[in-house]
């Protein structure tokens, strides 16, 4: 069983930083992909960065140049580093996990909650 256990959210003000890290544990390939994803109210979950083992990464156009998705794969853990962070960022972020090598099962973390307000 793959668990996704997130940490590292919080409250912070406008153009502050926040770093968030998701460890995974249990049986899971070399061949994965790992990524954080975010649900505000009324709105929908979305991809917000993404990364491979090989490190290969994708951000979505409204996070670009603010944050920073990076992993440890001795660790199994990924983590996601926001710079000037606006109210728009706030929101419930969520870890992400597709095991390519596994028949492509995904698992998700339970989430952690990101407030930017002053």
């Known amino acids: 069983q793959v668990q996704l256990v997130e940490s590292g959210g919080g409250l912070v003000q406008p153009g502050g930083s926040l770093r968030l890290s998701c460890a995974a544990s249990?049986?899971?390939?070399?061949?994965?992909?790992m990524a954080w994803y975010r649900q505000a109210p009324g709105k929908q979950r979305e991809l917000v960065a993404r990364i491979t083992t090989g490190g290969s990464t994708n951000y979505v156009d409204s996070v670009k140049g603010r944050f920073s998705i990076s992993r440890d794969n001795t660790k199994n853990t990924v983590y996601l580093q926001m710079n000037s962070l606006k109210p728009e960022d706030t929101a419930v972020y969520y870890c992400?996990?597709?095991?390519?090598?596994?028949?492509?099962?995904?698992?998700w973390g339970q989430g952690t909650q990101v407030t930017v307000s002053s």
């Open positions: 249990g049986s899971i390939s070399s061949f994965n992909t």
């Open positions: 992400y996990l597709i095991d390519y090598a596994s028949r492509f099962r995904d698992y």
